[in-house]
């Protein structure tokens, strides 16, 4: 995971307003020195050259207002547009974001929570931590790579975090996947992001198997294994 820190006058007016929102990020290609806005075509944003644009998601991580500077915890993976360019970045490299786009909204009622999710979902759930109530509890499932793609999330008193450290041969979200199906009890609201297919299964575990109404879990899918994000 990379911390990239965005800045510019063009920020002004940019709002965090809830957890778990996104951004989108036109990455330009490695050493490129000016960036060229895409055109949407009716079914792609593309490039001059007739290359679709390499757009891709982050969740706004923090947002200071003063400063005018974004932050993005990007995940280095082995390779990617987004990935490679955040691994080859360069203070004042220049790179163009719309949003922020949709949120989660908290259900006012839940007052215990389930997180469950991927190095990708690390921010979200950083997010979640610091907008759940401390008199709420939490249980949190971060799948990772590796010990070292553990890192520092916000104090939560409610909250107990399992980092999960994937075995190298199963396929994405499956320690994940294990951790929630594994669970006694369910909490009253449910949220999972990670890897597509993992969520896949646990949106058809979480509502065919546990019975669960679809306002008490939010399930997003936020990369596929084996495809690059369009
Ligand atoms: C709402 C939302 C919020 C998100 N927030 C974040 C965030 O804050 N930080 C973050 O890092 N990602 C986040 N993501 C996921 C991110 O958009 C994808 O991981 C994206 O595919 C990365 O683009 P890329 O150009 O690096 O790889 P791509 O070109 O999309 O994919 C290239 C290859 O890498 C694989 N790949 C893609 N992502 C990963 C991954 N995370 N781990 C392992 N392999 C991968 C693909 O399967 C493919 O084989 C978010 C997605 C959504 C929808």
């Known amino acids: 995971m990379l911390r990239i820190v965005l800045a510019g006058a063009e920020l002004d007016g940019f709002a965090i307003d809830a957890p778990a929102s996104s951004v989108r990020m036109l990455i330009p290609p490695v050493g490129a020195d000016e960036i060229v806005m895409p055109e949407w075509t009716g079914n792609q944003f593309e490039l001059p050259n007739g290359d679709r644009a390499p757009i891709r998601t982050f969740t706004p991580r923090y947002f200071d207002e003063q400063r005018l500077e974004l932050t993005l915890d990007i995940v280095l993976h082995d390779h990617g547009a987004a990935s490679d360019w955040a691994r080859n ?3 004042h490299d220049e790179v163009a974001i719309s949003g922020p786009g949709r949120s989660e909204t908290l259900d006012p009622e839940a007052t215990s929570h389930l997180l469950a999710g991927d190095e990708s979902a690390i921010p979200a759930i950083g997010q979640l931590l610091e ?28 909250a107990d975090v399992n980092w999960l450290v994937a075995d190298p041969d199963s396929s994405p979200g499956d320690a994940m996947v294990a951790a929630v199906v594994a669970l006694d009890d369910l909490p009253d609201a449910v949220w999972v992001a990670g890897e597509a297919a ?19 879990v939010t399930a997003r899918g936020y990369w596929k294994h084996g495809r690059s994000a369009t």
């Open 131 to 158: 907008a759940i109530p401390t008199d709420h509890t939490m249980e949190v499932h971060v799948e990772i790579s590796g010990p070292d793609a553990r890192i520092e999330l916000p104090e939560h008193g409610g």
């Open 89 to 91: 970045a360069e203070v």
């Open 198 to 216: 993992a969520v896949q299964r646990l949106r058809k575990h979480l509502f065919d198997e546990r019975g669960r109404s679809r306002s008490s």
